[in-house]
Nanobody
Framework: QVQLVESGGGLVQAGGSLRLSCAAS????????MGWYRQAPGKQRDLVAT???????NYADSVKGRFTISRDNAKNTVYLQMNSLKADDTAVYYC?????????????WGQGTQVTVSS
């Protein structure tokens, strides 16, 4: 059994910063790509950023230059540093990871954490 537990969401004023964390635990052989997605009310879930096990990153155009994804492989944890937050960033943020155990890779999701940016 694998769990992804997110933390760090909350309410912040426009222009402020938040840091999200997501830790994977359970039956894990290796953690491959990890990422963050977000879903605003009435909208589809969209990619925010991804990071490979080697540290390669990819960002949605809307967050480039403001958000930074990173990971600690020893802790099976991925982070999202969000700066210069805008009202449009308000959404539930979901962590995602491709986890291998023992020879099968499955995709897992966290429970989501609310980020609200007041203008």
């Amino acid at each position: 059994q694998v769990q992804l537990v997110e933390s760090g969401g909350g309410l912040v004023q426009a222009g402020g910063s938040l840091r999200l964390s997501c830790a994977a635990s359970g039956s894990i052989f290796s953690v491959n790509n990890m990422g963050w997605y977000r879903q605003a009310p009435g909208k589809q879930r969209d990619l925010v950023a991804t990071i490979t096990s080697g540290g390669g990153t990819n960002y949605a155009d809307s967050v480039k230059g403001r958000f930074t994804i990173s990971r600690d492989n020893a802790k099976n944890t991925v982070y999202l540093q969000m700066n210069s937050l805008k009202a449009d960033d308000t959404a539930v943020y979901y962590c995602n990871a491709n986890i291998e155990w023992p020879t099968v890779t499955r995709r897992y999701w966290g429970q989501g954490t609310q980020v609200t940016v007041s203008s």
